[in-house]
C-alpha cells in the first residue's frame, strides 16, 4: 500500500521561505516519478515541480527560479524549498507518486502567503 504523507505547509508573509517534505512508504519510490502540484479555492489542480528517479527536474513558468524540488532515496523523501513567496502560492499542495502500478497522492498541506 502506497502512502504519502506531506508535512511543512503554514502560514508566511510574502517574500517568506517554507520547506515541504512529503515521505513515501514503499520501495518503488526509487524509481518513481515525483512531484508536487497544487490547488487554490476554485482553481484546478496544477503541476508545481516534478524530479524522475535520475534527479532531472521540472517547474511550472511561475514558480521557476523560486521553487527547488529534491528528493532522497535513501530516505524515501521529496522536498520542495519554496522561497520569495506570493500570495499567489496559496494553495492546498500535493504530493505525487507516479509509477506504472499507478498514480498516488497525499493528503495535502496548506500553504498561506499572506500580503
Known amino acids: 500500500q502506497v502512502q504519502l504523507v506531506e508535512s511543512g505547509g503554514g502560514l508566511v508573509q510574502a517574500g517568506g521561505s517554507l520547506r515541504l517534505s512529503c515521505g513515501a512508504s514503499?520501495?518503488?519510490?526509487?524509481?518513481?516519478?515525483m512531484g508536487w502540484y497544487r490547488q487554490a479555492p476554485g482553481k484546478q489542480r496544477e503541476l508545481v515541480a516534478r524530479?524522475?528517479?535520475?534527479?532531472?527536474?521540472n517547474y511550472a513558468d511561475s514558480v521557476k527560479g523560486r521553487f527547488t524540488i529534491s528528493r532522497d532515496n535513501a530516505k524515501k523523501m521529496v522536498y520542495l524549498q519554496m522561497n520569495s513567496l506570493k500570495p499567489e502560492d496559496t494553495a492546498v499542495y500535493y504530493c505525487?507518486?507516479?509509477?506504472?502500478?499507478?498514480?498516488?497522492w497525499g493528503q495535502g498541506t496548506q500553504v498561506t502567503v499572506s500580503s
Open positions: 514503499t520501495i518503488i519510490f526509487r524509481i518513481s516519478l
Open positions: 524530479i524522475t528517479a535520475g534527479g532531472d527536474t
Open positions: 505525487n507518486q507516479a509509477h506504472i502500478t499507478g498514480q498516488y
